[in-house]
């Protein structure tokens, strides 16, 4: 039996340009799938009053440690150098596959709270073999579509993160494929997080590339990152390993030499940035317009809480301001007139839906309101004070609204927000998170009770 629902009366932002945005619209679901996208809509099916709303695709975070939200807000003031000290070295080591289940749960439905159905969760705390299942079974409960991004160990910084040579473990990495992911239809798929050049020897990079590739699986990378690691030239060391190809995506890129982007747009690469991490941390300026300038389709991503903010609308306002910023410094330093060509409020909103599909690797499933594609949809209340009145819905979502006019959320074609109220058992996952939070910070207590002086 079909089941339908349609979303009726809201003032639709489809990013797809054949569609274009309809002030009033209405978007049909069929099993999950969009199957149309009109200015009215008759059909036998549940009906989701959408008047008063902005409809959008959901948004796509590209790039996001999800286990650490048991940890949120640890380390606001942190520099990048204090991260790897404060975050990996020191609470990483702690957490056990409770922790992990917990954070990805907890997470995740932070994510959908957000507006965003989408998450690439790059997870460098596989400490134990049971630390991946239970990341991918709080992923699988909450309801999100993701790509679990199997990720290193974190046992101490030393053996795991500077000129490592010990490789991620290529039988339970085959373990966690053949038992999750027999098949990449579903809304949980699989991708590798390596740790890539300047952080482990070649042989361990080459051994982690063709392993992803004999799996099929996409491979995300930190790159060009910090005062440091853009001299590394990591992309360079890649491409003269011969390992750069279109199934890799470079997050962060903020110190990519000319030549570096030229390699990774001519390979079909793809590019994450977190643009308030790397501004508030130390990473670099946001090279969202030097992607878009070599061709590439820059997304967006969250990567740390335990430092910034969770939510999507952060991320595009921080690009958004930044890359401004900058370019009006350069022109009056220069005394050149401010170019025309600068970032806009809707390439923001395509960079956080479109483009993070497309780096997802999911742009046929999500990413727009195309009959055809999965239903992620999310209505934001454009009624609501900091919204309304809305004279450009573009700009209403990208530049006005926050998580709090999250009103309705769909992934798949199922409700998971209705009236800004997360439906599920949200208390049970803040309760474990909460007990995450006490556990890791008892045992970090003991730890360093335990230390030499």
């Known amino acids: ?6 979303l009726r009366s809201g003032h639709v932002i489809s990013m797809d ?17 969009i199957t149309a996208v009109e200015p009215e809509i008759s059909a036998d099916a549940e009906v989701l009053d959408m008047s008063g709303h902005i409809v959008i695709p959901g948004f796509v975070d590209t790039h996001r440690h999800t286990w650490e939200a048991p940890i949120r807000g640890v380390a606001p003031d942190a520099t990048l150098d204090d991260y790897f000290v404060d975050i990996l070295d020191t609470f990483a080591p702690l957490y056990t596959p409770q922790d992990v289940y917990a954070g990805n749960l907890a997470g995740a439905l932070e994510c959908l709270n957000a507006g965003i159905t989408t998450l690439v969760d790059w997870s460098h705390i596989n ?52 038992t999750h992911f027999a098949s990449d ?69 903020c ?52 430092t910034v903010p969770g939510d999507m609308f952060t991320q595009i306002r921080a690009a958004f301001g930044a890359e401004r910023a900058r370019v009006n410094a350069d022109c009056w330093q220069s005394n050149m007139p401010v170019p025309s060509n600068m970032l806009t409020a809707r390439q923001m909103l395509e960079i956080a839906t479109l ?52 009103d309705t959320v769909l992934v798949d074609g199922v409700i998971h927000k209705r009236d800004g109220r997360l439906l599920g058992d949200t208390a049970r996952a803040l309760r474990l998170v909460g007990e995450a939070r006490d556990r890791l910070l008892e045992a970090k207590e003991a730890k360093g009770a335990r230390a030499p002086a």
């Open 127 to 178: 400490n134990t073999p049971e630390h991946p299942d239970a990341a991918i079974q709080g992923l699988a409960e909450s309801g999100i579509r993701a790509q679990y991004a199997y990720g290193s160990a974190n046992t101490s910084l030393a053996e795991y993160w500077f000129e490592s040579r010990i490789a991620i473990p290529a039988d339970d990495v085959r373990r966690i494929r053949s």
């Open 255 to 306: 110190h990519l030499s000319g030549e570096e982007w030229r390699m990774v747009a001519d390979s079909g690469g793809t590019v994450s940035v977190a643009p308030q991490v790397e501004l508030q941390m130390g990473h670099g300026w946001p090279p969202v317009m030097q992607a878009i300038e070599y061709g590439l389709r820059p997304a967006l991503s969250i990567d740390v809480v335990t």
């Open 185 to 253: 239809d579903g809304l949980l798929t699989m991708g590798l997080a390596t740790r890539g050049p300047g952080f482990c020897v070649d042989e361990v990079v080459a051994a982690e590339w063709a392993m992803a590739r004999e799996l099929g699986l996409p491979i995300t990378v930190h790159v060009a990152m910090g005062r440091l690691a853009g001299r590394f030239g990591m992309v360079k060391q890649l491409h003269d390993l011969g390992l750069l190809g279109p199934d890799t995506t470079y997050v962060h890129s």
């Open 355 to 406: 483009n993070g599909a497309h780096v997802a690797g999911l742009e046929d499933r999500t990413g727009s309101l195309t009959p055809g594609k999965r239903a992620d949809i999310v209505a934001i209340d454009a009624t609501a004070v900091n919204v309304a009145p809305v004279h450009d819905a573009v700009a209403a979502v990208t530049l006005c609204a926050d998580v709090s006019n999250v």
């Open 17 to 33: 340009p054949g569609i274009g945005d309809l002030a009033q619209g209405d978007v049909l679901i069929e099993d999950g799938r």
């Open 1 to 6: 039996m079909t089941t339908r629902t349609l």
